[in-house]
Structures are given as structure tokens and as C-alpha cells.
């Protein structure tokens, strides 16, 4: 059916691959009577393969693929709850989960306040309920370490599939995820983009750029995963070559950048004990150049890329023209950002879009994500540390965490890359599990002891740690075994 426009670009009629949607609502079923460990392999496959431009309207609402799926995990999570089968979540709503419900819902809010439109109501809501879904389904799955590496197993299986059809595409120009299956406007992303002498691929996803990142931050985990796991090497190895080629197939400055801050971050392996001097040593460089430079130390991003055609200026100026109209937007966001400058309008920085878009508090909550997020990588670090491997995997993970830190200033995550980002953070918060309840213990036992037999996290040995890990299998073969 045709593709008419609607509301915030969407369309009206339904735009759907048949056997697309037969996939889907198979995929469906199988979330709903898999046992929950292996509930993330459809979700992951599909969710993650099929383009967000698959459309089925109902009533006016847009269900694009990847809500159908999380509407079958919502419905499958309901029944854990009323059944009392599984637990929700491993270790109960923390932080982090506390963070990402504030920035969604604050978005929400703060867009129907700027808008006054029913139709933003029913975006906002749409976008509320495939973050809602994706994420919490995804924290439902991935509760410890066995859940964590079979959810790698399988994306790297989507990698793989990924980087074959994205070499194709950076050599032909074809684009054969939207050639073959259509959807709205496949007649013009099923031809690659050509920036420079070279064509941009972009698989499966919405955007070269966002595909790329996506390659980027995954590389790290692979390596991590690869030291981990003697069992799985092969796997991993395919994962750590599929993930780096990807950003290569893009010819984005903004995904080169990402991969090569998921290298950097893990040759900072050294240097793991002294990451707060390492920070604040930033910290000193950057007000040090603000001070002396003439133009403003942001503007440093202009000076760089790494790929024909980089529009590195416009990340540079996205930055300027945020922070010059603080007052415009810090309230609730604001709609005229597009009129302060030269294609001001393309919010291809996460940090500047949920600023302009939605004001001070959705992009404080976003800071607070990431800064939970780093702080468990580092306390599992430090709870894993005399147990090289396993230290290395975290490591590994934080790695992938600082990718995508620095690929935000390139792109904003809007299609189904949400889905391994997403991942990601519940990896973070199943890796840290065990280390963030020893602290919370210690904390407690702190407080209710004498002051002269008060612990501290610091006093724990790595044994008694071994010995608390709630996610370690009770046999003798463990995924955490030592290699």
C-alpha cells in the first residue's frame, strides 16, 4: 500500500513485507513458550535484522516489528510476574533502571508540553513503550553470566550476517535488507548513499552511521568474550572480525571514531587502578585548552575526521549553538532549533537531542545513566580484581560502554540499534550484580558493627568474593572458570 505521510513523518497504511510479518508474529510465539533463557534468541535475531521500516498501522498507532516483539515480551514478562515463576529483574530496579525511567518519561512529558499536539501524545507514547519494552524485557533476560554469553553467541551471529550484507552493499551500492523486503521507502534506501568515491552501507538499520557505531562498541566485547571462554573463541573471533569490518563498510568518521575508542579504552588496561587520575587528567587538558585556545575547545571536533566527506564541522557546531541558546531549550526543549544555523535541524549528537529536544532534566537523567553505568563497570572490576580473566571481560564491557560515549557525539540512536544498546546496559547490570550486592552488604554490616570491626569493600579477599557470587554455577564446569 502506498506511504502517505502522517504525523511526524510516519504513514497512514500499513507498508509490510507478508513474510516479514509471518517471521514476526512466529517470533512472537516462540518468546512466549521458550523457556526464558533462550527467549533472547528470536528477540535478538529479528529485532535487531528487521528494518524499522516494516510498518503495520492499527487505529492510527504505528507497530513497526520491533514493537510487536516487545509487546509478545511484555506479555511474556506479565506471566512471569502473575506466575511468580521468575523473578523480574536480577537483583530488583537499580540505579541505572531508576535513571532510564526518569529520561524516557521526562522525554515524554517534555515533548507533549512543547508540542500542545494529540498527535505528539501518541508519539510520545509509542516511543515510551518501545523503550519500556525493549529494555526491561531485555533486563528480564539477561540476569547472569550464562544469560550475558548467549546473548553474545547470538549477536554475533547477527554481526556476522550484518557485515556480509553491509560488504556487499559498500561494493554494489545494493541495500539487499530493503531491495528484497520493501517496506516504506524502499525504493530509496535499497541504493547505498555515496559520499566521496565510496558508498556508505547501512545493512539493515536506518542510518550508515548508526549501523557503523553499532559495529564499533561491539568489537570490544568480543575481544573480552574471546579471553574469556576458551569454549567459544570461534564464535568470538567471528564476532570480533564481523564487528570490525563494519565501520569500515560505512566509511563514517563518527563510526571509525567509535571503534578506535572501544581500542584505546581497552589498551588502558594498564592503567585500571588509576582511572580517577586518568579522568581528572582530562578534565585538566580540556579547561587547560579552553583557557589558551581562541576559539572554543569543542570546536576541536571540527579538525578531525577520518573518512571522505566527514561533516565533522556540523558535530562541532551542533555543540556551539546548544550551549549558546541554553536559555531556549532548558525548560521543556525547544522547536526552533533548526533556524540557528546551516542544517542545525539534523540533531546528529545524543547529547545535543535530548537537549534540544526535550530540555535540562531528560539530559541531567541521560548523564546519570552514564555515570551509573561507568560506576558499575568500575565496582565489578574491582570486585573481579586476582581473577585476570574475568577482570579483562569487564574491562571489556566498560570498552564497549565508552564507544558508544563517543559515538553519541556523532549520532543519535533512534532505530533498532536501541535493542544491543540496550543489551549492553543489562549486561552492566547483571556483570556488576555480584559486586554491587557485597557492597551493599558490607555497607549495611559497616553500620551495624562496633567501629573497630568495621569493613569496607576494600577488605573483602578476592576468595570470599569467589565464594559470594551469586551468578556462579554451583558445578564444577563454570562459565566464569579460569582459562
Same mark, same amino acid.
Given at each position: 500500500?502506498?506511504?502517505?505521510?502522517?504525523?511526524?513523518?510516519?504513514?497512514?497504511?500499513?507498508?509490510?513485507?507478508?513474510?516479514?510479518l509471518?517471521?514476526?508474529?512466529?517470533?512472537?510465539?516462540?518468546?512466549?513458550?521458550?523457556?526464558?533463557?533462550?527467549?533472547?534468541?528470536?528477540?535478538?535475531?529479528?529485532?535487531?535484522?528487521?528494518?524499522?521500516?516494516?510498518?503495520?498501522?492499527?487505529?492510527?498507532?504505528?507497530?513497526?516489528?520491533?514493537?510487536?516483539?516487545?509487546?509478545?515480551?511484555?506479555?511474556?514478562?506479565?506471566?512471569?510476574?502473575?506466575?511468580?515463576?521468575?523473578?523480574?529483574?536480577?537483583?530488583?530496579?537499580?540505579?541505572?533502571?531508576?535513571?532510564?525511567?526518569?529520561?524516557?518519561?521526562?522525554?515524554?512529558?517534555?515533548?507533549?508540553?512543547?508540542w500542545?499536539?494529540?498527535?505528539?501524545?501518541?508519539?510520545?507514547?509509542?516511543?515510551?513503550?518501545?523503550?519500556?519494552?525493549?529494555?526491561?524485557?531485555?533486563?528480564? /533476560?539477561? #540476569?547472569?553470566?550464562?544469560?550475558?554469553?548467549?546473548?553474545?553467541? $547470538?549477536? *554475533?551471529? @547477527? +554481526?556476522?550476517?550484518?557485515? =556480509?550484507?553491509?560488504?556487499?552493499?559498500?561494493?554494489?551500492?545494493?541495500?539487499?535488507?530493503?531491495?528484497?523486503?520493501?517496506?516504506?521507502?524502499?525504493?530509496?534506501?535499497?541504493?547505498?548513499?555515496?559520499?566521496?568515491?565510496?558508498?556508505?552501507?547501512?545493512?539493515?538499520?536506518?542510518?550508515?552511521?548508526?549501523a557503523?557505531?553499532?559495529?564499533?562498541?561491539?568489537?570490544?566485547?568480543?575481544f573480552?568474550?574471546w579471553? /574469556?571462554? #576458551?569454549?567459544?573463541?570461534?564464535?568470538?573471533?567471528?564476532?570480533? $572480525?564481523? *564487528?570490525? @569490518? +563494519?565501520?569500515?563498510?560505512? =566509511?563514517?568518521?563518527?563510526a571509525?571514531?567509535?571503534?578506535?575508542?572501544?581500542?584505546?579504552?581497552?589498551?588502558?588496561?594498564?592503567?585500571?587502578r588509576?582511572?580517577?587520575?586518568?579522568?581528572?587528567?582530562?578534565?585538566?587538558?580540556?579547561?587547560?585548552?579552553?583557557?589558551?585556545?581562541?576559539?572554543?575547545?569543542?570546536?576541536?571536533?571540527?579538525?578531525?575526521?577520518?573518512?571522505?566527506?566527514?561533516?565533522?564541522?556540523?558535530?562541532?557546531?551542533?555543540?556551539?549553538?546548544?550551549?549558546?541558546?541554553?536559555?531556549?531549550? *532548558?525548560?521543556?526543549?525547544?522547536?526552533?532549533?533548526?533556524?540557528?544555523?546551516?542544517?542545525?535541524?539534523d540533531?546528529?549528537?545524543?547529547?545535543?537531542?535530548?537537549?534540544?529536544?526535550?530540555?535540562?532534566?531528560?539530559?541531567?537523567a541521560?548523564?546519570?545513566?552514564?555515570?551509573?553505568?561507568?560506576k558499575?563497570?568500575?565496582?565489578?572490576?574491582?570486585?573481579?580484581?586476582?581473577?585476570?580473566?574475568?577482570?579483562?571481560?569487564?574491562?571489556?564491557v566498560?570498552?564497549?560502554?565508552?564507544?558508544?560515549?563517543?559515538?553519541?557525539?556523532?549520532?543519535?540512536y533512534?532505530?533498532?540499534?536501541?535493542?544491543?544498546?540496550?543489551?549492553?546496559?543489562?549486561?552492566?547490570?547483571?556483570?556488576?550484580l555480584?559486586?554491587?550486592?557485597?557492597?551493599?552488604?558490607?555497607?549495611?554490616?559497616?553500620?551495624?558493627?562496633?567501629?573497630?570491626v568495621?569493613?569496607?569493600?576494600?577488605?573483602?579477599?578476592?576468595?570470599?568474593?569467589?565464594?559470594?557470587?551469586?551468578?556462579?554455577p554451583?558445578?564444577?564446569?563454570?562459565?566464569?572458570?579460569?582459562?
Amino acid at each position: 500500500m502506498g506511504a502517505i505521510p502522517a504525523y511526524g513523518g510516519g504513514v497512514t497504511d500499513s507498508i509490510v513485507n507478508p513474510y516479514v510479518l509471518a517471521v514476526t508474529l512466529f517470533s512472537g510465539l516462540l518468546i512466549l513458550v521458550l523457556p526464558r533463557k533462550k527467549v533472547m534468541i528470536p528477540f535478538l535475531i529479528f529485532g535487531i535484522l528487521i528494518p524499522i521500516n516494516q510498518v503495520v498501522v492499527l487505529g492510527g498507532l504505528h507497530f513497526f516489528m520491533l514493537r510487536m516483539l516487545a509487546l509478545f515480551g511484555l506479555a511474556r514478562m506479565s506471566w512471569a510476574k502473575l506466575s511468580g515463576k521468575d523473578k523480574i529483574f536480577s537483583g530488583g530496579m537499580n540505579e541505572m533502571d531508576k535513571a532510564f525511567v526518569l529520561l524516557t518519561t521526562f522525554i515524554a512529558i517534555d515533548g507533549i508540553l512543547l508540542w500542545h499536539a494529540w498527535g505528539e501524545v501518541v508519539y510520545q507514547l509509542g516511543v515510551l513503550y518501545t523503550a519500556y519494552g525493549v529494555y526491561f524485557l531485555l533486563r528480564f /533476560l539477561i #540476569r547472569d553470566q550464562e544469560d550475558i554469553e548467549r546473548a553474545l553467541g $547470538v549477536l *554475533a551471529c @547477527v +554481526i556476522v550476517v550484518v557485515a =556480509g550484507f553491509m560488504v556487499y552493499e559498500s561494493f554494489t551500492s545494493r541495500n539487499l535488507f530493503y531491495a528484497v523486503l520493501g517496506g516504506a521507502n524502499a525504493s530509496t534506501l535499497a541504493t547505498a548513499s555515496e559520499r566521496g568515491d565510496s558508498f556508505r552501507a547501512m545493512g539493515c538499520f536506518g542510518s550508515p552511521i548508526i549501523a557503523g557505531t553499532f559495529g564499533g562498541f561491539m568489537a570490544p566485547l568480543y575481544f573480552g568474550w574471546w579471553r /574469556l571462554n #576458551r569454549k567459544h573463541r570461534l564464535l568470538a573471533a567471528l564476532g570480533l $572480525v564481523g *564487528a570490525t @569490518v +563494519i565501520p569500515f563498510a560505512v =566509511g563514517s568518521s563518527t563510526a571509525l571514531f567509535s571503534l578506535i575508542a572501544s581500542a584505546l579504552a581497552l589498551l588502558m588496561w594498564p592503567l585500571r587502578r588509576n582511572m580517577r587520575t586518568v579522568r581528572w587528567s582530562i578534565v585538566g587538558v580540556l579547561v587547560g585548552l579552553q583557557m589558551v585556545m581562541k576559539a572554543s575547545v569543542w570546536q576541536l571536533i571540527a579538525r578531525v575526521h577520518l573518512a571522505d566527506g566527514s561533516s565533522s564541522w556540523h558535530r562541532s557546531e551542533l555543540i556551539n549553538q546548544c550551549i549558546l541558546h541554553f536559555s531556549s531549550w *532548558a525548560l521543556i526543549g525547544t522547536k526552533n532549533f533548526a533556524n540557528w544555523g546551516w542544517e542545525m535541524g539534523d540533531l546528529a549528537n545524543q547529547y545535543v537531542a535530548t537537549a534540544d529536544t526535550s530540555g535540562l532534566i531528560p539530559l541531567i537523567a541521560f548523564f546519570a545513566l552514564l555515570v551509573f553505568a561507568c560506576k558499575y563497570i568500575g565496582r565489578a572490576r574491582q570486585y573481579f580484581e586476582g581473577d585476570k580473566q574475568r577482570e579483562i571481560f569487564v574491562w571489556a564491557v566498560g570498552s564497549s560502554l565508552f564507544a558508544n560515549l563517543v559515538g553519541f557525539l556523532g549520532i543519535g540512536y533512534w532505530d533498532q540499534v536501541i535493542v544491543p544498546w540496550y543489551c549492553l546496559l543489562a549486561i552492566i547490570s547483571a556483570v556488576s550484580l555480584a559486586a554491587r550486592t557485597r557492597m551493599a552488604e558490607s555497607v549495611a554490616g559497616a553500620v551495624s558493627a562496633p567501629n573497630f570491626v568495621r569493613r569496607s569493600p576494600e577488605n573483602v579477599s578476592v576468595a570470599s568474593k569467589q565464594q559470594f557470587d551469586p551468578d556462579r554455577p554451583l558445578s564444577p564446569v563454570s562459565h566464569w572458570r579460569r582459562i
